[in-house]
């Protein structure tokens, strides 16, 4: 598990440290920092894949590539980094009893998009070894901006058999579902409404806590590398319809990579949520925040961005019922503090309680009624 992420001089922060939990929610005001915090993550992630994080001559930070496009280091250096400390850090610490923290500084080029490392980095092994979230085969990271609904999704056998992946925009859910729609998921992860295990009926189970009677269909189109997504609605009538995306609304499709994301969970992943609650309503937000418990409590490492009070009271529920410890979380409230980020971070206790509700964090609801019955 990783259990802090130290980032000096990048991005919003000049110098910071996180703490990680298996369930690690990110919340506050817009540009305060909460997607660099992701970004720093899915950074190390695609230099690894690029082959550039480790021991080698071309050794770097790559800022440009499937994952983020950050730019150049003029783009990415924190704007106030101290002088006598120029470069740009970052540092995973694994869990307490594991190796000592991977750390990571690069030197500053003002037009680079590879920022070489300044001292040798770790051999590729000993990374894989020491954090097998982020650096192996279970990683996922979705971003704010998924897919929509469309007629049809790209067929990409590496993408979703050699790599697993499901598209940082979510792009290859739909074949993902087509490819491993029998794979048994975990017992953790299992709706209760549907006696089979398949990844298939459990994405239809929890699709159905978003819309009742629900169902999915991922099939390839013939002569063509694509992937077409259909929606059924339960009985009567229209029960043998089947509807594309764009003919059912927003938020199911919106939804999906995100439910698939936490199905797929394992011991060993890493998975990296900007908003899930994005076009869902209420309820449906605090369900997608049982279904990310229940993907920790199958052994999986979440760091979840959201603006959404349903999805932190899911989270509370979850460790109130019993679902995933109060130690199993860490909520990280992000303010501004003049040119950096600022990270306030209530502790939880066991039954859902939080320690402290700081200016700003999820009080709206107090602030609107104060007015309402004022
Ligand atoms: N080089 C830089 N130096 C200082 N601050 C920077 C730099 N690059 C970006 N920022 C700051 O980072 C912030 C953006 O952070 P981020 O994208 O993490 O926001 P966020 O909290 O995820 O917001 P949202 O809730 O809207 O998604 C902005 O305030 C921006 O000014
Ligand atoms: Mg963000």
């Known amino acids: 598990m990783l259990e802090r992420l130290g980032i000096t001089n990048f991005k919003a922060f000049g110098r910071q440290d996180i703490a990680l939990a298996p369930f690690t929610l990110l919340t506050g005001l817009n540009s305060s920092g909460k997607s660099t915090v992701l970004q720093a993550l899915a950074l190390l992630r695609q230099s690894h894949e690029a082959g550039v994080l480790e021991d080698g001559a071309d050794s770097g930070l790559l800022l440009n590539g499937e994952f983020v496009q950050l730019g150049t280091g003029k783009d990415v250096r924190h704007e106030a980094y101290p002088k006598d400390d120029p470069d740009i850090g970052l540092s995973v610490a694994p869990a307490a009893s594991a190796s000592e923290p991977l750390s990571w500084r690069a030197l500053y080029g003002s037009e680079d998009d590879l920022l070489k490392l300044a001292a040798s980095p770790p051999a590729r092994l000993s990374l894989i070894d020491a954090l097998p979230e982020l650096f192996g085969p279970r990683f996922q990271y979705l971003k704010a901006d998924r897919i929509v609904p469309d007629i049809s999704y790209p067929r990409s056998h590496h993408a979703v058999v050699r790599r697993g992946f499901l598209g940082a925009r979510g792009e290859h859910t739909a074949n993902y579902l087509r490819v491993h729609q029998d794979?048994?998921?975990?017992?953790?992860?299992?709706?209760?409404?549907?006696?089979?295990?398949?990844?298939?009926?459990?994405?239809?189970?929890?699709?159905?806590?978003?819309?009742?009677?629900?169902?999915?269909?991922?099939?390839?189109?013939?002569?063509?590398?694509?992937?077409?997504?259909?929606?059924?609605?339960?009985?009567?009538?229209?029960?043998?319809?089947?509807?594309?995306?764009?003919?059912?609304?927003?938020?199911?499709?919106?939804?999906?990579?995100?439910?698939?994301?936490?199905?797929?969970?394992?011991?060993?992943?890493?998975?990296?949520?900007?908003?899930?609650?994005?076009?869902?309503?209420?309820?449906?937000?605090?369900?997608?925040?049982?279904?990310?418990?229940?993907?920790?409590?199958?052994?999986?490492q979440l760091v979840v961005e959201t603006h959404s009070d349903h999805v932190l009271n899911g989270l509370r529920i979850s460790v109130k019922n019993g679902r995933i410890p109060a130690s199993a979380t860490a909520v990280h409230f992000f303010g501004r503090s003049g040119h950096s980020g600022e990270v306030v971070s209530p502790g939880m206790s066991d039954d859902g309680m939080l320690s402290d509700w700081p200016r700003g964090f999820f009080d709206e609801w107090e602030n609107s009624l104060d007015q309402l019955l004022d």
Do not use: K
Not at 247 to 261: E, K, R, S
């Open 183 to 300: 794979d048994s998921i975990e017992a953790d992860l299992r709706h209760p409404s549907s006696p089979s295990g398949t990844l298939l009926a459990q994405t239809d189970a929890w699709m159905q806590q978003l819309c009742p009677g629900v169902d999915l269909q991922a099939i390839g189109i013939d002569g063509t590398d694509t992937v077409r997504l259909s929606y059924g609605f339960g009985s009567g009538v229209s029960a043998s319809n089947r509807y594309r995306p764009t003919n059912v609304g927003f938020g199911l499709t919106y939804a999906l990579p995100v439910v698939i994301a936490c199905l797929t969970a394992r011991p060993d992943s890493l998975i990296l949520l900007e908003n899930p609650e994005a076009h869902l309503h209420p309820q449906g937000q605090t369900s997608l925040a049982y279904l990310a418990a229940a993907a920790v409590a199958a052994g999986a």
